[in-house]
């Protein structure tokens, strides 16, 4: 069964540095997502992507995180500057699209990832 | 802010009994709801899903209930196996069932089911 897959599982770096986490996503899914779950708190949204851009972001997207799908196979979440609350569990996810009058839109159901862990020292 | 709320952190079910797990919502604007399982150290996975058009919807052991006029929906596990001990989220979008609106799904804060042999 196709899945959603992450790399790395587990990612320690330092305040202050670059994070890049990967995603692939299932192949025929045109939406991609991710999520990030800080430990006791809720998963929470964080950006949604179609067709190269980002489709919606959340208030906690803000100016240093960047998303991009560098090929036809890879999604990426870009940290540019890390902070301690950055610690979190980061999930992407992916889901279909279908075409409806007006546009492409995609389907309710996310299919996640297992996960990147992200420690900030 | 919590728009949509798991009450119970845990609830313990002895196997073969039937497990219900709740979740309350408060946005008006959300009109499809999901149930997600998780283990430790793996990603939420689907479980079952229902549109506001429904009020029940039924996948195997797992059934989903909609009560849109209380804003409450619950899933039903029966019989309960042990192999069901994980996490509960329910989760919720504002999309809905014919797309439109916002992408994130807003989730609750999760059920620890745990399966008593």
């Known amino acids: 069964e196709p899945e959603v897959t992450q790399t790395p599982s587990h990612q320690v770096t330092q305040m202050g540095q670059e994070v890049i986490l990967r995603c692939v996503p299932i192949s025929n899914h045109l939406y991609f997502y991710w999520y990030r779950q800080i430990l006791g708190q809720k998963v929470e949204f964080l950006v949604s992507?179609?067709?190269?851009?980002?489709?919606?972001k959340s208030e906690i997207f803000d100016d240093q995180f960047s998303v991009e799908r560098p090929d036809g196979s890879n999604f990426t979440l870009k940290i540019r500057s890390t902070k301690l609350e950055d610690s979190a569990m980061y999930f992407c996810?992916?889901?279909?699209?279908?075409?409806?009058?007006?546009?492409?839109?995609?389907?309710?159901?996310?299919?996640f990832g297992p996960g990147t862990r992200l420690t900030v020292l | 802010d919590q728009q949509v709320k798991q009450n119970s952190p845990s609830l313990s079910v002895q196997e073969g009994r039937i497990s219900i797990l709740n979740c309350d919502y408060t946005?008006?604007?959300?009109?499809?709801f999901l149930w997600y399982k998780k283990y430790p150290a793996e990603g939420p996975t689907f479980l079952i899903s229902i549109s506001s058009i429904k009020d029940k919807n039924e996948d195997g052991r797992f059934t989903v209930f909609l009560n849109k006029s209380a804003k409450h929906l619950s899933l039903h596990i029966v019989p309960s196996q042990p192999g069901d001990s994980a996490v509960y989220f329910c989760?919720?979008?504002?999309?809905?069932?014919?797309?439109?609106?916002?992408?994130?799904?807003?989730f609750g804060k999760g059920t620890h089911l745990i399966i008593q042999p």
């Open positions: 989760a919720a979008s504002a999309r809905g069932y014919s797309g439109g609106g916002a992408d994130g799904l807003t």
């Open positions: 992507f179609y067709n190269n851009e980002i489709s919606e």
């Open positions: 996810a992916s889901s279909e699209a279908w075409v409806e009058r007006g546009g492409v839109q995609p389907l309710n159901e996310q299919f």
């Open positions: 946005n008006s604007m959300f009109d499809y």
